[in-house]
């Protein structure tokens, strides 16, 4: 039987706008009322022809790295898929699901979905000298690049897009959680909790007093916890789907 536990529950999506349409769908189809609120905007950072001339020079490459859904989503256009390309590296499930869209499939994906466990699982595969395309957001941590360059490795890091605040739904995310209209309050970047941290500013405790805040992994869990705000739901799983998942398990509970 379908779990129904988040029938009638509020939930705000905080997604750019791009991302935020499948994971209402999800909600819907589980009984609850998504409102979408992005807290953050995706962009390019790099003229299509640098794209373009960037994607020419893959054969140049043994690794093509990427740890976002969108990394692939501005740079992959531009890719010829019918020349021979590098191994490919990504971060999880949802990144390699992007990927199969052009029919592409990753030699590499980490069985815990972090830039961490990526670059323990690539380092040993790398040969001295060996040159890694590394396609990233402007907010990506060093962490990767730099265990790979520890690894002998040549390692370019090319921004094919930018994260910023998304400043439109302010007065309504403002007005719904002062009207105690929110149950749920989704988080699903690091760059999302410091857009809210900003909005909220010190009056943060107070509007979310009675708002379950879930993350989507333990880095964005981090970043909350660090500007002071609880969280309540945390997957093991770091996809759209676990963070549904966590969220129904949650309100299973007796009295939630």
Known sequence: MTNRALAGK??????????????????????????????????????????????????????????????????????????????????????????????????????????????????????QGERVLFVKGDLASPTLPEALREAGATVDEFIVYRTMPDTSGEEQLLTLLRERKLDVLTLMSPSAVRSLARLLGGEANELLSGVTVACIGPVTKKAAEQEGIAVHICPADYTADGIMKAMEQYFSTEGR
């Open 10 to 127: 509020t939930v705000l999506v905080t997604r750019d706008k791009e991302q935020a349409a499948s994971f209402s769908a999800k909600l819907r189809d589980a009984g609850a009322v998504p409102i979408e609120i992005p807290l953050i905007a995706i962009r390019p950072a790099a003229a299509p022809e640098a794209i373009a001339a960037l994607a020419e020079r893959l054969e140049e490459y043994r690794w093509l790295v990427l740890t976002s859904a969108n990394a692939i989503r501005f740079f992959f256009p531009h890719v010829s898929l019918s020349r021979p390309l590098p191994n490919i590296a990504v971060v999880g499930r949802k990144t390699a699901a992007a990927l199969a869209e052009y029919g592409v499939s990753p030699a590499l994906v980490p069985d815990d979905f972090t830039a961490e466990r990526l670059a323990a699982m690539l380092a040993p595969r790398l040969k």
